[in-house]
């Protein structure tokens, strides 16, 4: 019911939702001055952003692919769905791997971080070098090509068309992922540094396979709000008070000392919930918090948080140091911020905007449509 009427508008609230996730992982790495105590431990819990991204993604893939890829597989849909995907993220992600390979002297080639590879590295220094956010593009690599097996086998096992078994299939990857936490936390494992070959920061955090569970939910979330999705007058309050629980418990969660640094926090923990606000956003626009999502101000910023998450860490030296004062600090805060979102949104008008075109035009020329269905990349570019 809900497919033939929004499956190719553009969802608003989702593209001012990137904004929040992106900010989030922002405030993780510059802590805001003047902060202690649970707040400070819940701004340096924004790590959560990046699983808010991925579940994101595959709700978006989903939204916009599921039933072209459930319907006619077929070698020309995946060629232009997988230029799609590299024109969508690449272009900007080379332009930083280069400028992190020429800022930091290096004598060879990142190729690892060129093709995107690092996140699989033991290696802490290779999976976070060069331009440290970047790790998170080469999870997201993963999954794009991941997609294209991934609903055969769903379609198969009727999960799409089947409102139970798609409730199953949720149940059990949260069960799959709520296992993987409690092994890692029983086995003794949740205290290893970071950097620690063995953690599950590594293995749940940025292992790219271990983040499918993510990509799934919301593979799931987008099939049930094009096929399931209740939007009565009942339906819609429901879904709206789901938006500002789940939205609730994520800034709970954030906050929780217990939680902070967990193996359930780098992944589980913030990905239900993060699935249950998307949905809500996505299934009732019409809610305080979509609205505001949907402002012409917060649409535009989504659009640019892919480069305003690239460049954040490279516009480091641009942050200030030490001054005394809270109100001198968290002004100069504020003017740092400002200054990484104006880059970001030049480079999606300078750079992003125009290099996902041309990488398209030259890579898939445009096709006579097979109907007279609105493509998927008309909302995917503001979208995703």
Same mark, same amino acid.
Request: net charge positive; charged share 15%; with cysteine.
């Given at each position: 019911?809900?497919?033939?009427?929004?499956? /190719?508008? #553009?969802?608003?609230?989702?593209?001012?939702?990137?904004?929040?996730?992106?900010?989030?992982?922002?405030?993780?790495?510059?802590?805001?001055?003047?902060?202690?105590?649970?707040?400070?431990?819940?701004? /340096?819990?924004?790590?959560?952003?990046?699983?808010?991204?991925?579940?994101?993604?595959?709700?978006?893939?989903?939204? #916009?692919?599921?039933? =072209?890829?459930?319907?006619? &597989?077929?070698?020309?849909?995946?060629?232009?769905?997988?230029?799609?995907?590299?024109? =969508?993220?690449?272009?900007?992600?080379?332009?930083?791997?280069?400028?992190?390979?020429?800022?930091?002297?290096?004598?060879?080639?990142?190729?690892?971080?060129?093709?995107?590879?690092?996140?699989?590295?033991?290696?802490?220094?290779?999976?976070?070098?060069? #331009?440290?956010?970047?790790?998170?593009?080469?999870?997201?690599?993963?999954?794009?090509?991941?997609?294209?097996?991934?609903?055969?086998?769903?379609?198969?096992?009727?999960? +799409?068309?089947?409102?139970?078994?798609?409730?199953?299939?949720?149940?059990?990857?949260?069960?799959?992922?709520?296992?993987?936490?409690?092994?890692?936390?029983?086995?003794?494992?949740?205290?290893?540094?970071?950097?620690?070959?063995?953690?599950?920061?590594?293995?749940?955090? =940025?292992?790219? @396979?271990?983040?499918?569970?993510?990509?799934?939910?919301?593979?799931?979330? @987008?099939?049930?709000?094009?096929?399931?999705? =209740?939007?009565?007058?009942?339906?819609?309050?429901?879904?709206?008070?789901?938006?500002?629980?789940?939205?609730?418990?994520?800034?709970?969660? +954030?906050?929780?000392?217990?939680?902070?640094?967990?193996?359930?926090?780098?992944?589980?923990?913030?990905?239900?919930?993060?699935?249950?606000?998307?949905?809500?956003?996505?299934?009732?626009?019409?809610?305080?918090?979509?609205?505001?999502?949907?402002?012409?101000?917060?649409?535009?910023?989504?659009?640019?948080?892919?480069?305003?998450?690239?460049?954040?860490?490279?516009? @480091?030296? &641009?942050?200030?140091?030490?001054?005394?004062?809270?109100?001198?600090?968290?002004?100069?805060?504020?003017?740092?911020?400002?200054?990484?979102?104006?880059?970001?949104?030049?480079?999606?008008?300078?750079?992003?905007?125009?290099?996902?075109?041309?990488?398209?035009?030259?890579?898939?020329?445009?096709?006579?449509?097979?109907?007279?269905?609105?493509?998927?990349?008309?909302?995917?570019?503001?979208?995703?």
């Amino acid at each position: 019911m809900q497919a033939s009427q929004t499956a /190719r508008d #553009n969802i608003d609230p989702l593209t001012g939702f990137r904004f929040l996730a992106a900010m989030l992982v922002f405030v993780s790495h510059y802590d805001i001055p003047g902060l202690s105590g649970t707040a400070l431990r819940a701004t /340096r819990s924004g790590y959560a952003g990046v699983t808010l991204f991925f579940v994101l993604s595959g709700f978006v893939i989903g939204y #916009n692919y599921l039933d =072209r890829f459930e319907s006619r &597989m077929s070698a020309g849909l995946v060629r232009d769905y997988l230029v799609a995907r590299l024109a =969508r993220v690449y272009p900007l992600y080379v332009c930083f791997i280069v400028f992190g390979y020429l800022a930091q002297g290096m004598t060879s080639l990142p190729w690892t971080h060129l093709f995107a590879l690092q996140p699989w590295s033991a290696d802490s220094k290779v999976a976070f070098g060069v #331009n440290a956010a970047a790790w998170s593009i080469g999870v997201e690599a993963f999954l794009y090509l991941a997609f294209p097996l991934l609903v055969p086998v769903l379609a198969w096992l009727k999960v +799409l068309s089947s409102l139970r078994r798609l409730q199953v299939a949720a149940v059990v990857v949260v069960a799959a992922m709520l296992y993987a936490a409690v092994y890692f936390t029983s086995a003794g494992l949740a205290d290893l540094p970071l950097e620690h070959p063995a953690s599950p920061h590594r293995w749940l955090y =940025r292992v790219p @396979a271990f983040r499918l569970g993510d990509f799934l939910l919301g593979i799931l979330g @987008a099939t049930f709000f094009l096929r399931y999705a =209740r939007t009565d007058a009942q339906g819609l309050r429901r879904w709206s008070m789901v938006t500002y629980l789940a939205a609730v418990l994520i800034l709970l969660l +954030l906050a929780a000392r217990k939680n902070f640094h967990s193996a359930f926090s780098w992944d589980l923990a913030y990905a239900v919930p993060a699935m249950l606000m998307i949905l809500g956003l996505a299934i009732n626009r019409g809610s305080a918090l979509s609205r505001f999502l949907s402002s012409p101000a917060l649409v535009l910023l989504g659009e640019s948080s892919y480069a305003f998450y690239l460049v954040h860490l490279p516009a @480091a030296p &641009m942050h200030h140091g030490t001054v005394r004062g809270v109100p001198y600090e968290l002004a100069l805060y504020l003017v740092f911020l400002g200054l990484v979102i104006a880059l970001s949104i030049g480079l999606h008008i300078a750079i992003e905007t125009p290099a996902r075109r041309w990488l398209r035009q030259r890579l898939a020329p445009a096709r006579a449509p097979a109907d007279t269905r609105r493509p998927p990349e008309a909302a995917e570019a503001r979208l995703h």
